[in-house]
């Protein structure tokens, strides 16, 4: 705020932009450090024509307000400031995923003249069907489709985890809740050692862990394969990675 009274609001340097890509990583200016002060940024996610958008919280902090009135980042359903809205956020809970089924997601990011907080980091990807996807990047999550919330009947993903060359990832599984039986035959996740299936895999899990050690690949891919026939009670799933 000047001297008059009056508070300033600016766009930093590649603050504004559109990615015109089927996945990537987005970050706060200034990430890992604080945000600026009475900053403003308009992003605009542009996937393929036929795919749909999958977008997954790896860290956020905000600074705190009961309706989100100071510093905020809003996601709409689209490609302007006028389409629907997903969500308002803000605080220092991580949101949940956001699955748009849609190739365009517009993010809104704002802060004021106080209290700057850390900011978030992101990752997007996207395919025909909105789940699975490539997943660039050292570190990062990613989640069922309506996580938390339960996936629907007949879901089959493909993710593969690309960390820089000359890395190995490491996979932890935050969260895992697969209806099944018990045999995992029919509601799976399973890993796999390379960019693909070619490898044997690691797993199969399903039911309810909570013990499930990290994996770590020999390699800087690992391929992730997510199968569920039918589902009866509520389940998903969340992952995180580092290289």
């Known amino acids: 705020m000047n001297g008059n009274g009056f508070s300033l609001t600016y766009q930093i340097a590649s603050c504004s932009r559109e990615y015109e890509q089927a996945f990537g990583y987005l970050k706060s200016p200034g990430w890992p450090d604080m945000y600026p002060h009475n900053i403003e940024c308009e992003i605009i996610l542009h996937a ?52 748009p089924m849609s190739n365009l997601l517009y ?5 004021d003249f106080s209290n700057a907080r850390n900011g978030f980091e992101i990752t997007w990807t996207s395919t025909p069907t909105g789940c699975g996807g490539v997943l660039y990047g050292d570190h990062g999550s990613f989640a069922s489709p309506n996580y938390p919330g339960t996936y629907s009947n007949g879901t089959d993903c493909e993710w593969t985890i690309t960390a820089p060359v000359g890395r190995v990832v490491t996979v932890t599984f935050f969260y895992i809740n ?44 690992v391929f992730i394969q997510f199968h569920s026939q039918y589902v009866t009670q509520p389940s998903g799933f969340r992952l995180t990675w580092r290289s």
Not at 57 to 64: G, K, Q, R
């Open 178 to 221: 697969i209806d099944d039986p018990g045999d995992c035959q029919n509601n799976y996740l399973k890993l796999y050692d390379g960019p693909n299936s070619n490898t044997q895999p690691i797993g199969p899990y399903c039911g309810v862990e909570t013990s499930i050690a990290p994996f770590t690949s020999s390699s800087h891919q």
């Open 48 to 99: 393929p024509e036929n795919n749909s958008i999958s977008l997954f919280f790896n860290s956020f902090d905000l600074e705190t307000h009961t309706s989100c009135a100071y510093d905020f980042l809003e996601i709409k359903n689209g490609s302007t400031s006028n389409a629907p809205l997903l969500g308002r956020y803000c605080g220092q809970t991580l949101p949940s995923p956001v699955f």
């Open 107 to 111: 993010l809104h990011f704002k802060s």
